[in-house]
């Protein structure tokens, strides 16, 4: 399989999963720099990982469980106190549903 | 001056009442005002709240409740939440936020009386190699301010190689900390994973993030990783009965102690000269009763792919908090996703739109087994190799940088760029204690010497980096620009 090479669509389509605006020229730098990294990438392909569990933590860890003890919240107004824009004691985000 | 003295030495005369808190926090925010202009790397400066905390340091020195850190400045690299005080993550889109609260290590730090002395210039979010992906600009290395001191910590670097805070902290996820400390001259320790709280400190790659101290010798990087650590109920990866302890600090020696270089770290990729350097000071080891034995451990071959599919993987997740919607300014669009993506778009910097390109295209269905859980495999092998390894050794050893600090712009190949992380990657993947200590000067420019322990190993690893800075037999070297 040949995993490496990324075409300007595809880019497109991960920019819109990132949710990120970008303009055609930073597209095309974009497709040029993905398909160098995948390339390089492409060495761990090679690895016989047969059986091998994978790793996703540095340290394993279960059931790490807090104690239920109310604590001090933040408040309203310091949780608030970073929005670009908030009314009534609410964060206000962009329309959603138009009228 | 006080400036030129280790966190010890200024510790043992704000104890003995020779200088106060607000005298020693004072000459280094006089020498950030004067000399930064020549670094760049601090990013925020708040003058009364250094003073501030001075002054509770100076009534716990006069009450007889202070301990090794009280009014001992500490920068901060800006990563770190801090409550009242601007945190940037040296990009754009955190340009206006300001903490409704401190992380664990700024928590612990007060109580310790020591003072903020500022936040620091980073790669944008810890992106970087060089620290030349800042959103505020690059930083400077003292050894030479045309060269890169290393990223992403390279403001905290800095900061202490520079002599512009006594000790510093910075975050390490693929070698952060222990880079920008070989290429400045000066120690830099990534303990344990789990032994110092991640709560507050903003997340790049949760599963590799660690924060760690930064000191011009192993006893003040020791002093600040023992107040910094301990459990933490607020961060659900932090390790029971986990504070660093450093009572028997000086007590270690090199005798019989037996340590292992791997052939992976010791290829072509290393600088002749950095190569030359090393060997000397593994020399110097084996004549205070070293033991060295040669390994491969070939795994760490794939450590630079495995690294940067996994953490760019983690940070397409961790960062899509930033929308404009709670903190951060925001780009207005026709609709709310729109706005979204306008506000992401125009606000992060390339690497880092980069990397979550990277993240969300391993993670994307018909790629995820092909990249993002090979990669996991991938990193279970590479710790396993390490754990063989430490049935017989001690240690593993390398150089922590297979070059010196490079020009500023002086490397535009970005793979080439990534490549430099080889010797750093594996600690991170095993959560592994490593430390960069200096160990010598190649083309005048600081090598750095990394030694990386067992997990939990962090108080056998400080005692012996203590031995071989003693071994080294040098005095702290200062850049020559001071």
């Known amino acids: 399989m040949n995993l490496m090479s990324i075409s300007l669509d595809e880019v497109r389509h991960v920019a819109k999963l990132a949710r990120l605006e970008l303009s055609e020229s930073e597209l095309m730098s974009f497709q040029g720099k993905l398909n160098a990294l995948l390339g390089h990438f492409e060495d761990i392909q090679a690895v016989d990982v047969t059986g091998r569990l994978p790793k996703p933590h540095a340290v394993a860890m279960q059931n790490v469980f807090g104690q239920d003890i109310p604590i001090q919240p933040l408040s309203r107004d310091a949780a608030l106190a970073n929005s670009a824009d908030t009314k009534a004691g609410l964060f206000i985000v962009p329309t959603i549903i138009e009228e | 001056m006080l400036h030129q003295l280790t966190a010890s030495e200024l510790s043992e005369k704000l104890h003995a009442k020779e200088v106060s808190a607000r005298e020693v926090t004072q000459a280094f925010l006089d020498r950030i005002a004067t000399e930064d202009q020549h670094y760049n790397a601090f990013l925020t400066v708040d003058a009364e709240y250094a003073l501030a905390q001075a002054d509770v340091a100076q009534s716990q020195l006069d009450s007889g409740t202070a301990g090794a850190l009280t009014g001992i400045p500490v920068a901060l690299k800006d990563n770190m939440s801090t409550t009242g005080v601007r945190t940037t993550c040296a990009s754009k889109i955190l340009d206006n936020y300001v903490p409704p609260f401190d992380a664990t290590v700024v928590t612990k730090l007060k109580e310790a009386g020591a003072t903020i002395v500022g936040k620091t210039n980073l790669d944008e979010f810890a992106m970087g190699t060089t620290n030349e992906n800042s959103a505020y600009g690059a930083v400077h290395n003292p050894w030479d301010t ?337």
């Open chain 2, 146 to 482: 045309e060269r890169a001191p290393g990223g992403s910590s390279g403001g905290s670097a800095v900061a202490v190689s520079a002599e512009l805070s006594a000790l510093s902290l910075g975050s390490d996820t693929g070698g952060s900390i222990r880079f920008p400390a070989s290429l400045c001259g000066i120690v830099g320790f990534k303990p344990t994973y789990g032994r110092v709280s991640r709560y507050g400190l903003v997340a790049f790659a949760s599963s590799l993030d660690q924060i760690g101290p930064f000191g011009k010798s192993v006893e003040d990087a020791a002093l600040l990783a023992h107040v910094i650590s301990g459990y933490d109920n607020l961060d659900s990866t932090s390790l029971k009965d986990s504070q660093i302890q450093i009572n028997d600090l000086k007590s270690g020696s090199l005798k019989g102690l037996k340590i292992g270089i791997p052939e992976e770290l010791f290829g072509d990729e290393i600088d002749p000269q950095v190569k030359e350097v090393f060997e000397l000071s593994v020399d110097q080891l084996v004549k205070e009763g070293a033991i060295v034995k040669h390994l491969s451990l070939p795994s760490i071959r794939y450590g630079v792919t495995t690294y940067y599919l996994i953490a760019p993987s983690e940070a397409s997740s961790n960062l899509a908090r930033f929308d404009g919607v709670r903190f951060g300014p925001r780009i207005e669009s026709t609709g709310h996703v729109e706005s979204f993506c306008a506000t992401r778009g125009q606000l992060f910097g390339d690497e880092v739109k980069l990397r979550i390109m990277v993240g969300t295209y391993a993670l994307s269905a018909g790629y995820y087994d092909a990249y993002y859980h090979r990669a996991q495999q991938v990193r279970g092998m590479m710790t396993e190799e390490f754990e063989n390894a430490y049935k017989d050794l001690d240690f593993i050893i390398s150089p922590t940088s297979p070059i010196v600090a490079p020009p500023l712009g002086g490397i535009t190949d970005q793979m080439a760029l990534k490549a430099l992380d080889l010797c750093t990657i594996p600690a991170n993947m095993g959560g592994f204690p490593s430390i960069s200590i200096p160990c010598g000067l190649a083309y005048d420019l600081p090598v750095g010497f990394q030694l990386t322990g067992p997990i939990m190993s962090d108080e056998r690893l400080l005692q012996a980096s203590y031995a071989i800075e003693q071994a080294f037999g040098r005095e702290y070297r200062r850049p020559p620009i001071l």
